[in-house]
């Protein structure tokens, strides 16, 4: 047990979702109470998820937020630099800026990408993890159609290769290119295969986003497979683990994930993702060391479950400082928007995990009156909504989940999913 003579001092390491929801929940909830510091290794947030706009046009600096405001406007010590290591015995984080001590800290160093995990994918993939690749990829897109616009046809190949944790941004990017393609009239000169390594399409999120994928492949044209296992890339074709080859003139993946960070006084699993409590988000076994978002080992990686794991581990340190029981523990919904550009499925998906390796998580039996899925031309002003309230809460340095804002955002996201989603 922590008995404090002076405010605690609670280290929040992360500038994204999961490290800003965490550090202004903590404010608001512990206003006065404690000392707050934020170290990040950029000095902006990103909204990372409309980043898959960027292809299509978007410049990616409107999708950064400066830290320095939000902090300083709710009293929080912004460091900018790298954590290299965590010593839990002794309390102290190391980073580029020195040394610093806590009483409490909560990880929140997110995911990264490993494409050379799969022979031939770093050298011949476009891949859609940071700006830089979007704009890479908003270059390939002008080529192609150039290339059309010459009277060439074309192969477009998406691949989602094993240990992928979120797979849902490239759904929404072969959706967005067949629009994107068919607005131009060009999309009669492309081929598109879809080719994943998952049982069924996007299958943490189960059976109702499956057939949703599966129809929309069928209107689309599109060539959908799974259970596609990559085993290498070549210049001009991938090759299957099933013998399988397929040719194609751009080939665009979702590399397998790792922890961004690893640290070695940590318990980690084979990615180097933190091993947590489901609930509490507490790193297993340090009492006082927290990690949420995509650094944790959930196996789903996304922004909303960032969020709730943020939250549920800022109530439970705050239940420890206020000595006030704690009943907010984490509970898996992911809620999402799939962007089409021509309309948009919504889906708000209870889970759980299984213990099944080969799919560690699937859609809670017990709670099918919660799983919703829905696709609409309304759905892209819902995802237009939260793309404005999201960046504005942030800005000013508010939480996601709190307040009277939250609760109209969160009414009429309800309002909304029974009227255009079962």
Request: contains cysteine; hydrophobic residues 45%.
């Amino acid at each position: 047990m922590h008995i404090h003579t002076r405010s605690p001092h609670i280290v929040v390491i992360g500038g994204g979702f999961g490290g800003l929801e965490t550090a202004f929940y903590l404010r608001t909830r512990l206003r006065d109470r404690v000392r707050i510091t934020l170290i990040s290794d950029r000095d902006h947030f990103l909204f990372k998820p409309n980043t898959i706009y960027i292809p299509f046009g978007l410049d990616p600096d409107r999708l950064k937020i400066s830290l320095a405001l939000p902090a300083r406007r709710r009293d929080i010590e912004l460091r900018i630099g790298a954590v290299h290591a965590i010593h839990p015995d002794r309390q102290v984080v190391e980073f580029d800026g020195g040394t610093m001590a806590y009483d409490y800290a909560v990880i929140a160093t997110g995911a990264g990408m490993r494409a050379e995990e799969i022979p031939g994918l770093q050298t011949f993939a476009q891949t859609i993890w940071t700006p830089e690749e979007m704009l890479r990829l908003r270059t390939s897109l002008l080529r192609l159609r150039e290339d059309l616009h010459g009277g060439a046809t074309r192969t477009v190949l998406f691949l989602v290769p094993p240990n992928n944790k979120c797979s849902g941004p490239l759904y929404e990017m072969v959706f967005m290119i067949d629009t994107w393609l068919r607005r131009q009239r060009l999309r009669n000169r492309v081929r598109i295969i879809w080719t994943t390594y998952e049982r069924s399409f996007i299958q943490a999120f189960g059976p109702r986003l499956h057939e949703v994928v599966r129809e929309e492949f069928a209107r689309r044209d599109i060539v959908g497979y799974t259970e596609w296992v990559v085993d290498h890339v070549q210049p001009r074709s991938v090759v299957y683990r099933h013998g399988a080859q397929v040719t194609y003139d751009l080939l665009i993946a979702f590399p397998p994930y790792v922890a961004a960070r690893k640290f070695a006084a940590l318990p980690v699993d084979d990615r180097g993702f933190i091993r947590t409590e489901l609930t509490t988000r507490q790193v297993v076994g340090i009492d006082n060391l927290y990690a949420v978002g995509d650094t944790g080992d959930f196996p789903v990686k996304q922004a909303f479950l960032a969020f709730l794991q943020a939250d549920a581990a800022a109530a439970h340190l705050a239940s420890r400082i206020l000595h006030r029981k704690f009943d907010a523990g984490f509970e898996p919904v992911s809620m999402c928007v799939m962007e089409m550009l021509d309309r948009a499925t919504f889906a708000q998906v209870p889970l759980r995990l299984t213990g099944d390796p080969d799919q560690p998580i699937d859609v809670r039996p017990d709670a099918q009156a919660a799983y919703r899925v829905g696709t609409s031309r309304i759905w892209r002003l819902g995802k237009h909504l939260l793309g404005v309230y999201l960046p504005w809460r942030f800005r000013n340095g508010r939480p996601f989940h709190a307040g009277l804002p939250w609760r109209i955002m969160d009414a009429g996201l309800r309002i909304m999913a029974r009227a255009y989603a079962h």
